[in-house]
């Protein structure tokens, strides 16, 4: 770590949870972003910010004037672009020192566990329940950390999943059904809200990489942003789960 990085990041440095030796794993780290939006876009800007050497952005889409609404990493100039750009763009205007790759393309299941086998750890910002178990399946077979998060309306979730043995999947907390699907564009979403979420996932990301504390493994936090309530759940295994269950 040279001086410049020293100074850069002193005010967490300085955290005994984190330290030298917590920056230099941060500077050291590859994190897989999937999704640019509401919850990907604050994550990024904070994971960037806070020294993570390498950020790898997945997401297909283009940013639309709807988006500009909740997802802070684009600006209105880039309406059209490709999200992974124009987020790209945002995060080396924060930390010129972070890597950051592009993959603008929807991956098949294969090529997915292949980018996520290369990571140290998965953050899922995406919005459909497809993708999310998916990207949870590819986690599980790889051993790779998974933090998920999600929000709607005026409510929103969060969760670590480590693939250690005894723990849940994501799997185990939502059946495989396609009609669960909800979205922002159907049901609305408060602007903060996906950026106290996606904050979160950074935090609990970076406490993940580096030690520090407790993560949310094996428990769900839920946040009903209009009565500003906060409850915690405990999550068990599903012994019938089709990903991490133990067959029959």
Known sequence: MNDDQLLRYSRQIMLPAIGIEGQEILLGARILIVGLGG???????????AGVGNLVLLDFDQVDLTNLQRQIVHTT????????????????ALNPECQVETIAEK???EALQQQIEKADLVLDGTDNF??????????????TPLVSGAAIRMEGQISVFTGEPGG??????????GEMDETCS???VLAPLVGVIGSL???????????????LHGRLLLLDALEMEWRSLRLIP????????TPG
Do not use: W
């Not at 919850?39 to 910010?49: Q, R, T």
């Not at 100039?77 to 080396?92: D, F, M, N, P, Q």
């Not at 996932?201 to 993560?215: F, H, M, R, S, V």
């Open 39 to 49: 919850l990907g876009s604050p994550a990024a800007m904070y994971l960037a910010a």
């Open 77 to 92: 100039s880039r309406i059209g672009e490709l999200k992974v750009e124009s987020a790209r763009e945002t995060l080396l």
């Open 107 to 109: 991956l098949d299941q």
């Open 130 to 143: 497809a993708t999310r178990f998916a990207i949870n399946k590819a986690c599980y077979l790889t051993g």
């Open 168 to 177: 849940p999947c994501y799997h185990c907390l939502y059946p495989d059904e």
């Open 186 to 188: 159907a049901n609305g």
């Open 201 to 215: 996932q950074a935090t609990e990301a970076i406490k993940q990489l580096t030690g520090a504390g407790n993560t």
């Open 238 to 245: 599903d012994p019938a789960c089709p990903v991490c269950g």
